[in-house]
T-cell receptor
Framework: GQQLNQSPQSMFIQEGEDVSMNCTSS?????WLWYKQDPGEGPVLLIA?????ELTSNGRLTAQFGITRKDSFLNISASIPSDVGIYFC?????????????FGQGTELSVKP | GAVVSQHPSWVICKSGTSVKIECRSL??????MFWYRQFPKQSLMLMAT?????????EQGVEKDKFLINHASLTLSTLTVTSAHPEDSSFYIC????????????FGSGTRLTVV
């Protein structure tokens, strides 16, 4: 089946540093989504990307939809302690197939004050 | 906008009993709802997709008779774990999508199920 490869699996950084994580797939997706999940909570949408090549920002977060439609990256600039959590990429399968999402394995981010 | 309420947030039940989890879209009509299962330190695994008024579509390997899904209205879907066993203990999360394809997918806050 379709799979997303998300890397890195975990990151330990100092407050103020920039962070970059990415997802790749052997399949084409029509939509890429980036979520953050805190412990014991559901994922919260950070950025949604709908067009190949699209570059979108949300505060200190920037994400891009790869030109090939098989990859996406998320950057976090000037990290702060509340950025701690697990970040997931998700690709959406064709809407006509139920529009279900396929999730990456997640990137666990730790920020040292 | 786009708020999804999931209840209960945690539940402990005895082996052999059934547990019902509710997922409600509070401020939009959810044409489709998704149910996920998540183990500690792992990603979300899609269990099933449900459309209002029709039978749910289950992912391969998910037991339909074990995990009963009902999506009777545009704002409510339920997941019932029947005859629960300790191996069913997990974090269950629902997600809802509105009419518009690009509306986005809003997740509930999850339900921690512990079967003892």
């Amino acid at each position: 089946g379709q799979q997303l490869n998300q890397s890195p699996q975990s990151m330990f950084i100092q407050e103020g540093e920039d962070v970059s994580m990415n997802c790749t797939s052997s399949s084409i997706f029509n939509t890429w989504l980036w979520y953050k999940q805190d412990p014991g909570e559901g994922p919260v949408l950070l950025i949604a990307l709908y067009k190949a090549g699209e570059l979108t920002s949300n505060g200190r977060l920037t994400a891009q939809f790869g030109i090939t439609r098989k990859d996406s990256f998320l950057n976090i600039s000037a990290s702060i302690p509340s950025d701690v959590g697990i970040y997931f990429c998700a690709g959406r399968i064709d809407y006509n197939q139920g529009g279900k999402l396929i999730f990456g394995q997640g990137t666990e981010l730790s920020v040292k004050p | 906008g786009a708020v999804v309420s999931q209840h209960p947030s945690w539940v402990i039940c005895k082996s052999g009993t059934s547990v019902k989890i509710e997922c409600r879209s509070l401020d939009f009509q959810a044409t489709t709802m998704f149910w996920y299962r998540q183990f500690p330190k792992q990603s979300l695994m899609l269990m099933a997709t449900s459309n209002e008024g029709s039978k749910a579509t289950y992912e391969q390997g998910v037991e339909k008779d074990k995990f009963l899904i009902n999506h009777a209205s545009l704002t409510l879907s339920t997941l019932t774990v029947t005859s629960a066993h300790p191996e069913d203990s997990s974090f269950y999360i629902c997600s809802a999508r509105g009419h518009t394809a690009n509306y986005g997918y809003t997740f509930g806050s999850g339900t921690r199920l512990t079967v003892v």
